[in-house]
């Protein structure tokens, strides 16, 4: 009897957690003795209930339009599992003849990716983690898939913002981005310039403690030079004391809610200094964006989950896909795929390190923009930009 | 000596404003007696500053980056013209042998075209209005350019955050819409749905009071059934008394600040239902969007501004470019052009009406997409949608 394949997805889905399904399946095809690729629907949970769905059944036309499709097709879950469940898995597992398990998540995937391996390391079962979030807050790995395609989509509306905000330049644009404890996406935003004076003006990140006296000054000085200013804020800014800027709006015994950053500050930005302002929040468009999916970061996606069913097939258990960055003579962006411990990398959220920020903390380093540049793709769009010629051809 | 055309735009940009003025330019290429065509840079403020930039001195690819180029490449302005500055205005047409000026932009810009028009009628010098506003809310013409991409962007948004919501169905997720009296934009999400139970499941539009009871019914019965509610609202909400629902933030002589209505709604499921919820707000990205750009929207945007450069030229003043729809035999889609005057034009705004919106309030009518579906361009991609396999495959 031929060995099935297991994927699941955990968290909140990327604009490429398909194309790394795709990958599982194109590998699969290559190698003779997997039999079924089961997806769990609906993450972890559709492991328990056995909600399980062969896609090796579906035309290759059909599976190609994964490589296209936001969201997760297959479902994704929060459920905390607990021990039993850990436990209750290897029978599941051996009752489907499932052989492999491929965790594609981030952080608390990882976790979960780790307990699985223990329970199972001793029943042949390998598992093997697929590195998934547009946060890029995994540890070892030089970056993340879902993290390029992210950072394409900020760093393009900001640049739509910033023409718009430019050709009538009449207030301060605030725009919200994700991740919550680390600042990549945020800092990705700085991608939208080409040249001096181009949006974002400013950028914040929860790395650094918000500082409000010098966010009104440096906002009020831009106004007066430029009319419009265009900020970028991730949703976790926090103040020196570590708590989140924004009062909690409301709390249960499971949760706390927090408003958004960006009408926060734009409310700041009114009240503090009597400057129109108004806030932008693409929230989760900015994890769905199919039109600004990276194609670097597709591509990388698709190879994650190939490498992942491969190491699996060929007896790796116990770890997770990452990614390591290559100097090159030339400069050149390239990288290639290495097993890391699922150990090592349990142990820590990556953040923005200090070298990537400015003093100020207002700001990306110029280290920071040639990192990222790889990850997005092509360059964006060049914009026309008349106003600039005009003031060239009247001086 | 020949003569010279004036572009002025007005108002905020559109994803294809731009794309009007390439209209003009190709059709000043065409005319012999057309000598220069100027933009005035920062909108109407550009007259009476004598801000000039002659267009027709780049070449033509570069030109052609305009349909390609989100905001307004010459700049807009808000500026409230006095009666001084619409008589200073005749003198700096003729300083410059301007005898067509052709205004681009939504209803205050048309105000403004019916008296450029006024002062400038006994002098020879020809106004014609190009309509330009993603609100949709320019009387007499069936549609206007800006209004096809503004709904593009809100349905593939709406589509891709429903995918992201229905992939982990764990909150509620209201995105706000732009349009603040006028609900075409906010209907248009509707677009986003192809089968039934398909985001978005409510739509809330400006034109009918809203009902928080009914609202909170609504919400709560959905989330029951579904787990992921996806709701569209429109940033201008009114409650029966006309007022916005979201109280005032603050107030200065000039202004009133909303908050935005998104986070509002948000926070009411949270606090009344207590139910995960999250607004979404892409904001300016919904007027900027060249990646969601609808090629229909673009092309009615260049002929715009082709035909009220040849009105003007064949002698037409005091009108603006309207499209009329047209009876088909098949239903497909066909319209014309006409010339509407322009003091008919600047008579009202124009909502959405009765029966375009469903009873309760909370939806859209098949007629308004039908209306609605030839003006996005293309189909939105078709997303795989194995969670619905699978159920089908298990029952």
Known sequence: MADNVLVVHGGGPTAVINSSLYGVLKEAKRQPQVDKVYAA?????????????????????????????????????????????????????????????????????????GRIYEVCKDAGIRVVGIPKTIDNDIALTDHTPGFGS??????????????????????????????RNAGWVTAASALARKKTGDAPHLIYLPERPFDEKEFLEDVKRL?????????????????????????????????????????????????KLGIKARSEKPGISGRASIAWQSPVDRNEAILAGSVALKAAIEGKSGVMVGFIREETADGSYKMHTELLPIKEVMMHERVLPDYYITDRGNDVTSEFIEWCRPLIGPELQEFVDFQEEYVLWRE
């Open 150 to 179: 992210a950072a394409r989509y900020i760093a393009a509306t900001t640049a739509e913002i910033g023409a718009d905000v430019k050709s009538m330049p009449i207030h301060v644009c605030i725009i919200e981005a994700m991740g």
């Open 41 to 113: 629907i609906g993450g972890s949970e559709g492991i328990l209930k056995e909600r399980f769905l062969d896609l090796l059944q579906y035309p290759e036309e059909k599976l190609k339009l994964l490589l296209k499709t936001p969201a997760t097709a297959i479902g994704s879950s929060r459920y905390a599992l607990e021990q039993e469940d850990y436990e209750a898995m290897v029978g599941i597992f051996q009752k489907y003849n499932i052989k492999y398990v491929l965790l594609n998540g981030g952080n608390g995937t990882m976790d979960t990716c």
């Open 223 to 271: 106004h007066e030079e430029m009319g419009g200013v265009v900020i970028v804020a991730s949703e976790g800014l926090k103040n020196e004391k570590g708590e989140p800027i924004v009062p909690p709006i409301f709390k249960t015994e499971r949760a706390v809610y927090y408003g958004d950053v960006s009408a926060y500050l734009a409310e700041l930005v009114i009240k």
